[in-house]
């Protein structure tokens, strides 16, 4: 193999060695805390290889099965927790892209011949748990997150997912919209919104720039892309850019006028839904039919070298680990064209803001 990968790579072969060394998964809360009364079996973990389909069975050991049924090879539960606390030790020592010859060697005894199992959606691993609640043992997909590496991203920045204000309130000339458009500091996108907003304009959210992006949100709920607009203009006015308190601010403000007499949490559950899709399924450019990929969750790695598992099952603690542990992200201006105050061939003024959520 003897090809570099990132710690984020390297997470998913750390994954497979830690679970099959401890046979077992533990929930986690919100705040990525262990649940130690909710945890689940595994049964066995399924890789898909270049080579074919392996199937790596708890049993006295680990029972390596290939695709037509043959038994390949049988190693000591014991062989892989120790190889999973030896990668978790390089990884925390190593920076950037790193190759790990002992792994690798380990890797091959096993069948496993690549760090990154190959995967058309969002799924980083198959595993089949015993659930004791239903007494089912499903395979099911899971998305891989290490808090290991640098932070990954939740939902991507492109063109594709900027979004559109149209400015009111006060006609710009033509040399204020080039001291506005010529603010380059370190938070420039903060510091030209605020010098619109000092100079009498006010953003009123137009429309999302693309079609198949806003239908995606659309079929999320008809208010999102305008409760996402709030929220992204409000990340963008200085302040917190943390996803939870922003939607607690939109929130007070309640720019869709919805009904609190009841304390019910309109922007909070609009906001968990549009995280859990992107999570599990939900891409900006390609049309989503709002069908999950990673149908199993997230298994997140923390910084300990613990795993968790957020289950779909309890789908109010995946809610509440994707909302504590995001944020919003300031992607590449020059790359997404936005942030500039510029004047339509209709005769308005306008500013594109863009989104990116990225985990904390």
């Known amino acids: 193999m003897a090809k570099s990968y990132n710690k984020g790579e390297w997470s998913e072969i750390y994954v ?10 533990f929930a986690g809360d919100g705040d990525l805390n262990k ?19 392996y199937e790596y069975s708890l049993d006295d050991g ?31 020592k190593s920076k950037g892209a790193f190759i790990a010859t002992e792994i690798e060697q380990f890797m091959s005894e096993i069948h496993c011949c690549e760090v990154k199992a190959k995967s058309q959606d969002k799924t980083d691993i198959k595993i089949v ?15 891989i997150k290490s808090k290991l590496g640098s932070d990954s991203t939740l939902f991507n920045a492109g063109r594709t997912t900027n979004f559109t204000y149209t400015i009111t309130g006060h006609k710009f000339s033509v040399d204020e919209t080039k001291t506005i458009n010529a603010i380059n500091s370190r938070q420039k996108f903060i510091d030209r919104v605020i010098k619109i907003q000092d100079l009498g304009g006010k953003f009123e959210f137009k429309e999302m720039d693309d079609s198949i992006c806003r ?3 659309v079929l999320i709920d008809s208010c999102l892309p305008s409760i996402m607009a709030e929220i ?44 859990v899709a992107s999570a599990l399924g939900m891409v900006p450019h390609t049309p989503w039919n709002g069908k999950y990929e990673a149908n199993g969750g997230y298994l997140v790695v ?11 099952y309890d789908r109010n603690l995946f809610e509440d680990y994707l909302y504590n542990n995001t944020r919003l992200e300031s992607p590449s201006q020059t790359k997404y064209k936005f942030a500039e105050l510029y004047r339509g061939e209709d005769g308005n003024q306008y500013f594109k803001l863009n989104l990116q959520v990225r985990f904390k």
């Open 62 to 92: 680990i029972v390596i099965v290939s695709e037509d049924g043959t038994e390949l090879l049988r190693r000591k539960i014991s062989d892989f927790m120790d190889m999973a606390n030896m990668l978790l030790g390089i990884i925390r």
């Open 302 to 312: 923390k910084d300990d070298g613990d795993i968790l598992c957020y289950h779909f």
């Open 16 to 25: 497979l060695f830690k679970l099959l060394g401890e046979k077992k998964v």
């Open 35 to 53: 649940i130690e009364n909710l945890f689940y079996p595994i049964i066995k973990i399924l890789r898909d290889e270049q080579k074919g389909h």
């Open 129 to 143: 748990l015993h659930d004791f609640r239903t007494g089912m043992s499903p395979t099911l997909g899971f998305s």
């Open 232 to 275: 992204l203009l409000q990340g963008n006015q200085g302040g917190s850019k943390d996803l939870k308190a922003l939607t607690e601010i939109i929130s007070e403000r309640n720019p869709m006028n919805y009904d609190m007499a009841y304390n019910q949490k309109y922007y909070e559950h609009k906001v968990k839904n549009f995280l």
């Open 215 to 217: 239908n995606n949100f």
